[in-house]
């Protein structure tokens, strides 16, 4: 079985790697951990203060932390017994997925939902739902039914 793990760093997306590494998978499966950079334009750039406004610098260490985040979500996954492999990719997250899964013939996409509000959807749009609508192969939303803890 093909199964495709799209994270994020959210602590929704780690429950979801949480949940795919205590279930039973068929002997001969495989997990793809795949992480999507999304975009960052130019002003947003001058946002982050740590890179001066230099989108180079920024771009670099995004996908730094994306491939700390996928290796680490394969380690996991591997000490589980489940055999894992990383990729990442730069575009539109919901493309990607979609594309990634097809090319790699995926039998099964598992994301994490992030709860959003309707007004925040609207605004940012929702992967999962628009993964769900698009893809050629069955999609999994993962849930994170744990309270938030919110330190003030």
């Given at each position: 079985m093909r199964i495709m793990l799209a994270?994020?760093?959210?602590?929704?997306?780690?429950?979801?790697?949480?949940?795919?590494?205590?279930?039973?998978w068929p002997a001969d499966s495989v997990v793809r951990v795949f992480s999507?950079?999304?975009?960052v334009p130019p002003p947003a750039a001058k946002l982050w203060s740590d890179f001066s406004g230099d989108l180079k610098r920024l771009r670099a260490h995004r996908r730094e932390e994306a491939r700390q985040l996928v290796a680490d979500a394969a380690a996991?996954?591997?000490?589980?017994g489940i055999r894992a492999e990383t990729l990442i990719a730069e575009g539109s997250p919901t493309r990607r997925?979609?594309?990634q899964a097809k090319e790699w013939?995926?039998?099964?996409?598992?994301?994490?939902s992030h709860w959003r509000t309707a007004w925040e959807r609207w605004i940012a749009g929702s992967v999962s739902m628009a993964v769900v609508r698009h893809a050629a192969c069955t999609v999994e939303i993962?849930?994170?039914?744990r309270p938030v803890v919110r330190t003030e």
């Open positions: 994270i994020d760093s959210s602590r929704h997306s780690e429950a979801a790697v949480q949940s795919v590494a205590e279930r039973p999507v950079l999304s975009d996991l996954l591997g000490a589980r997925i979609i594309e013939k995926a039998d099964l996409i598992v994301l994490a993962y849930r994170d039914t």
